[in-house]
């Protein structure tokens, strides 16, 4: 066998990513970041896709930053970063990484996860700026650093 062959558990693996990249892309969505709430990690103009992830399979974790609806006012869409979460009651403490530009949970509460649209993972646009976003860690929030 030529040494640039796939074996057969090989093959399977990489099909097995393949199939499991797509269906992450099909569940996830576009998100323009607007505002200044989340610099410098994001900024005003970059793109980010989010995945719904199934509730009773994934928990949100500190670090990760998410999207939702606001819940004081579900018309409007808000991308921030979990600071922590109450495993009890099962609500989220959003905070945005920069709190002098930044209406969070300071401001409305926490979140509970039905407002979850998404776990941001990955910013797409601009090319430069382009790179995975989880596993980031948090940046100028003043939390000390919850990765």
């Known amino acids: 066998m030529s040494a640039n062959c796939l074996t057969a558990p090989r093959w399977a693996a990489v099909a097995g990513l393949g199939v499991v990249a797509?269906?992450?892309?099909?569940?996830?969505?576009?998100?323009?970041?607007?505002g200044q709430s989340m610099t410098p990690t994001l900024e005003p103009?970059?793109?980010?896709?989010?995945?719904a992830l199934p509730q009773r399979l994934c928990r949100p974790r500190p670090g990760w930053i998410v999207v939702a609806r606001r819940p004081d006012r579900p018309g409007l869409t808000v991308?921030?970063?979990?600071?922590?979460?109450?495993?009890?009651?099962?609500?989220l403490i959003l905070l945005g990484d920069n709190p002098e530009g930044s209406s969070d949970s300071r401001e409305f509460g926490s979140l509970a996860r039905r407002h979850l649209l998404g776990v941001a993972w990955l910013r797409y646009w601009?090319?430069?700026?382009?790179?995975l976003l989880l596993g980031r860690a948090q940046r100028g929030s003043?939390?000390?650093?919850?990765?």
């Open 45 to 51: 103009g970059d793109y980010v896709l989010a995945t």
């Open 79 to 91: 991308i921030k970063r979990v600071a922590a979460v109450d495993h009890g009651g099962g609500g």
């Open 142 to 147: 003043g939390m000390g650093g919850t990765g």
């Open 126 to 131: 601009p090319p430069w700026r382009a790179g």
């Open 22 to 34: 797509v269906l992450i892309l099909r569940r996830s969505t576009r998100f323009e970041v607007q």
